[in-house]
């Protein structure tokens, strides 16, 4: 009942988004809802024609009871165009009882709850509408264009996007003007163990009876960090991106796009180069130079014997390998990685957020 209380109060303004407006005339389609997949289009009609189904239903009801007071009262005497009959009746004879019972098919339970969901996306990304976007309005807009196409299934925001639109929306449903509302989340869902890397808490306002906006945000695990405007852009900016790809993961040549845009330029070691890069970096071991490194680290550099064995080695030796080597080679970039086709989307968000402390994104 409360998922639907928030649907309904934004009820009014989604089917005219999904359904009304922007007809594309050349097409015969509407533009909003042209944007989902095929099976997102379905849930959501089914999801629309089935609440209007209940709302009318439960307006029938309504009148019913009212006519038979008036009735039961003899304030009315005459025929009404509904109900059909004109004697008093008792609820388990009312002509609603009569009409479409609910719901009770597995198929059309999933599809109407796929249907909802879908509306509560679509509901909390419009939220967004109604942030005062400042002078990253454009920034905002182009993220807005490319989640709208995500499937909820497959869609894993950034904590802190997904922060934000959850207290925009709250905000937005309470109508009070000047009371702050919060909303928390985390990547838990994305992560292997299943444990958040990062938790974002959002604290947002309704500033008038039009407009939202972002009082504060804060990252738990990093307190201290501020989220001023630029630094949001640029986290929106690379969000733009990485929501290309559904799903957990992204091409790592995606990752790298995310990094050159807020001005990280990024290099990807490629595996031909690893048997260089393990010569290079034991060479400095063995001349003492490592010794900022932890000891267990520098033990594992010396025992490697081969390119066979970097699959195995530990991550952290792995990426003090691809970085060193890759300072020394292509000093021209600020990031070195090691070789990959994907990388989770968590891991991402992660190294994205440790650069923006960087003094040199300052100015990116």
């Given at each position: 009942?409360?998922?639907?209380s928030?649907?309904h109060?934004?009820?009014?303004?989604?089917?005219?988004?999904?359904?009304?407006?922007?007809w594309?005339k050349?097409?015969?389609?509407?533009v909003v809802f042209?944007?989902?997949?095929?099976?997102?289009?379905e849930?959501?009609?089914?999801?629309?024609?089935?609440e209007?189904?209940?709302?009318?239903?439960?307006?029938?009801?309504?009148?019913?009871?009212?006519?038979?007071k008036?009735?039961?009262?003899?304030?009315?005497l005459?025929?009404?165009?509904?109900?059909?009959?004109?004697?008093?009746k008792t609820?388990d004879?009312?002509?609603c009882n009569?009409l479409?019972?609910?719901?009770?098919s597995?198929?059309?339970?999933?599809k109407?709850?796929?249907?909802?969901?879908?509306?509560?996306?679509?509901i909390?990304?419009?939220?967004?509408?109604?942030l005062?976007?400042?002078?990253f309005r454009?920034?905002m807009?182009?993220?807005?264009?490319?989640?709208?196409?995500?499937?909820?299934?497959q869609?894993?925001?950034?904590?802190?996007?997904?922060s934000?639109?959850?207290?925009?929306?709250i905000?937005k449903?309470e109508k009070?003007i000047?009371a702050?509302?919060?909303a928390l989340?985390?990547?838990?869902?994305m992560?292997?163990?299943?444990?958040?890397?990062?938790s974002?808490?959002?604290?947002?306002k309704?500033?008038?009876?039009?407009?939202?906006?972002?009082?504060?945000?804060?990252?738990?695990?990093?307190?201290d960090?501020q989220?001023?405007?630029?630094?949001?852009e640029?986290?929106?900016?690379t969000e733009?991106?990485?929501?290309?790809h559904?799903?957990?993961?992204i091409?790592?040549?995606t990752?790298?796009?995310a990094l050159?845009?807020?001005g990280i330029?990024t290099?990807?070691?490629?595996?031909?180069?690893?048997?260089d890069?393990?010569r290079?970096i034991k060479?400095?071991?063995?001349k003492?130079?490592?010794?900022q490194?932890?000891k267990?680290?520098v033990a594992?550099?010396?025992?490697?014997?081969g390119?066979?064995?970097w699959?195995?080695?530990?991550?952290?030796?792995r990426?003090t390998t691809?970085?060193?080597?890759?300072?020394?080679?292509y000093?021209e970039?600020?990031?070195?990685?090691?070789?990959?086709?994907?990388?989770?989307?968590?891991?991402?968000?992660q190294?994205i957020?440790?650069?923006?402390?960087?003094?040199?994104l300052?100015?990116a």
């Open positions: 009942m409360e998922n639907r928030g649907i109060s934004h009820f009014q303004e989604l089917r005219e988004g999904c359904f009304y407006v922007n594309d050349l097409r015969g389609k509407w042209d944007e989902f997949s095929g099976d997102m289009q849930a959501l009609a089914f999801y629309v024609f089935a209007a189904q209940t709302n009318l239903n439960m307006l029938k009801m309504g009148i019913e009871r009212y006519v038979n008036l009735r039961e009262t003899g304030q009315l005459r025929k009404v165009p509904y109900p059909s009959y004109v004697e008093l609820p004879k009312w002509e009569s479409s019972p609910p719901i009770q597995k198929v059309d339970s999933v109407y709850e796929k249907g909802l969901k879908v509306m509560q996306q679509f909390d990304q419009r939220s967004f509408q109604f005062s976007f400042g002078v454009k920034t807009l182009e993220y807005l264009k490319t989640i709208d196409k995500q499937s909820d299934e869609w894993y925001p950034h904590p802190m996007i997904k934000m639109m959850m207290a925009l929306s905000a449903k009070k000047g702050n509302m919060a989340s985390d990547d838990s869902n992560t292997f163990s299943g444990k958040p890397t990062m974002f808490s959002v604290i947002a309704m500033v008038s009876e039009e407009a939202c906006e972002v009082v504060n945000i804060t990252e738990l695990s990093h307190p960090f989220f001023n405007q630029d630094r949001i640029k986290i929106i900016r733009t991106i990485i929501e290309r559904p799903g957990k993961e091409p790592f040549s990752y790298i796009e050159n845009t807020i330029r290099k990807m070691i490629k595996m031909d180069e690893i048997p890069a393990i290079y060479d400095l071991a063995q003492g130079l490592l010794a490194y932890p267990e680290t594992q550099i010396l025992a490697i014997n390119v066979e064995e699959d195995d080695l530990d991550g952290v030796v990426a691809v970085s060193l080597y890759g300072i020394n080679k000093p970039f600020n990031s070195h990685m090691t070789p990959a086709e994907k990388i989770p989307k968590f891991k991402c968000r190294s957020l440790f650069a923006l402390e960087k003094p040199y300052e100015t």
